[in-house]
Each structure stands twice: as structure tokens, then as C-alpha cells.
């Protein structure tokens, strides 16, 4: 039943210009893979992007200087929105439309991994956006392995948790002008926001110590986390 929901959601893609966008009703699409839908506050918010190398000689927020966001879902209490560029989008165009899903949620600001998010969104905007709390337990947790271990589904994501090939599927896209790519990405995408969501009702999340934001997106320092915190399901 997943499998054909997303396919004819993809088909139901608006094309705004050279922008693709999806908005979903949050219940509706948990119970379509049989899971509960729990209000929470705030937002969950994961993007995709290009296949460009990290940069590991670098800390903080300049690690992923080289990267640029193609897809960017951001999901609240009622619903999950994504927005993808295509290769003939501008720049200007997606942030904006990125920045006006972003002004209609609330914080706290979640991420699995938040650096990397917080990064990549901060850059797409060009002003600093501090995330609140992180979703994963430790450092370079494994997001797929650990939605199979509390037997999250995968939300017919076509990459299987790979978000490489997510990436390279941009390439792909670049190189070919086929627009089926980017809907893989947004399918990828929207999995992963829901894979994300999952793990923060069913584990929970570490808070982000507001004196280490400007640090680490400055590129000088790493962000600093306090004490895991459960799950927000009662």
C-alpha cells in the first residue's frame, strides 16, 4: 500500500516554476504506513544535497562549505511540506520559497543531525539559523540503523536510507535535465523527514547549547549537547 500511495503522490507534484513542491497532511500520511500520529511542538527539518565532498579538515559549520541544498522538507504538527529545485532554478528563487515554509513553523528546531542541517539551511538563507535539539544519540549514528532497530518503516524510500544516493541522483539530474530525479529526491527526502519525526517520538532528543551556535557556524568551534533527553510521547 506504500509503495503505490507514494508513487501517486509523485505524480500529484506541483511545478512551481523551476521549482518542484509537496505539502502532505501529517496524520493521514503516518496512517497510510500504519503509524500514530502524536502532536508535538516545533519542527522537524532535514535537506538533501549535491554530491560535493566533505570537508573534513574544517570544523564547525565550514565542514560543509562545499555543499549546496536541492530539497528541503520541513514538518510540523499537521503537516510535511518539501520543496526541491530543479537545475534551472535560481538560487534565489528556492531559498525564498524554503524561507516561507520556515517563517509559518514554530521552534524548538529539530534535526537527526543537526550540524549538518543547521549548515546547509544557514547557508541556503544566508543568515544564521540555530537549531534547538538533535535527534541523534551520539555522533555519526546510524539513522537507518536505528529506525530498523525501533522498527520504524522506510516510507518507500527509494534509496533505502542512502542519502548518497540522493545526491548523486542530483548529479544525475544536472547532467540529464530529467525531472523523475528530483521526485526520487523528494520521495528520499520525505522519507527521511518522517524516519526523523518517528525517532523523536520513540527516543527522544539532546538539547543544543545556544552558547556554541555562533562557534560552530562561524567554523570555529563544534556544537555542544546536554543530556539525552525521552522520548516526547507520553
Known amino acids: 500500500m506504500g509503495n503505490l ?11 512551481d516554476s523551476t521549482l518542484l513542491a509537496i505539502r502532505l497532511p501529517l ?11 502524536n502532536p508535538f511542538e516545533g519542527a522537524v527539518i532535514d535537506l538533501e544535497t549535491d554530491e560535493q565532498n566533505f570537508l573534513d579538515d574544517q570544523c564547525g559549520a565550514a565542514r560543509y562549505r562545499n555543499h549546496t541544498a536541492v530539497c528541503c522538507s520541513i514538518l510540523d504538527k499537521d503537516e510535511v511540506q518539501i520543496i526541491a529545485r530543479t537545475r ?29 542541517d543547521m549548515a546547509l539551511l544557514s547557508s541556503l538563507l544566508s543568515r544564521d539559523i540555530p537549531f534547538d535539539r538533535e535527534l541523534q544519540q551520539c555522533e555519526y549514528q546510524n ?15 527509494p534509496f533505502t536510507d542512502n542519502g548518497l544516493l540522493a545526491a548523486r541522483e542530483w548529479t544525475n539530474h544536472c547532467d540529464t535535465g530529467n525531472v523523475e530525479c528530483v521526485k526520487r529526491i523528494i520521495a528520499h527526502n520525505l522519507a527521511c523527514v518522517l524516519k526523523e519525526y518517528c525517532i523523536l517520538m520513540r ?12 562557534k560552530f557556524l562561524e567554523g570555529k568551534g563544534e556544537l555542544v549537547f546536554g543530556i539525552f533527553q525521552n522520548s516526547l510521547k507520553s
Open 27 to 37: 496524520r493521514e500520511t503516518l496512517y497510510t504506513y500504519g503509524v500514530t500520529h
Open 143 to 157: 539513522k537507518g540503523r536505528l529506525r530498523r532497530e525501533f522498527g520504524i518503516p522506510d516510507f518507500s524510500d
Open 203 to 214: 527516543s527522544g532528543y539532546r538539547e543544543i547549547a545556544p552558547s556554541s551556535h555562533k
Open 5 to 15: 500511495w507514494i508513487e501517486e503522490t509523485l505524480r500529484q507534484v506541483r511545478t
Open 88 to 116: 534551472s532554478a535560481s538560487a534565489e528563487l528556492f531559498s525564498q520559497s524554503v524561507d516561507e515554509r520556515l517563517k509559518k513553523v514554530s521552534r524548538p528546531y529539530y534535526a537527526f543531525n543537526a550540524g549538518c
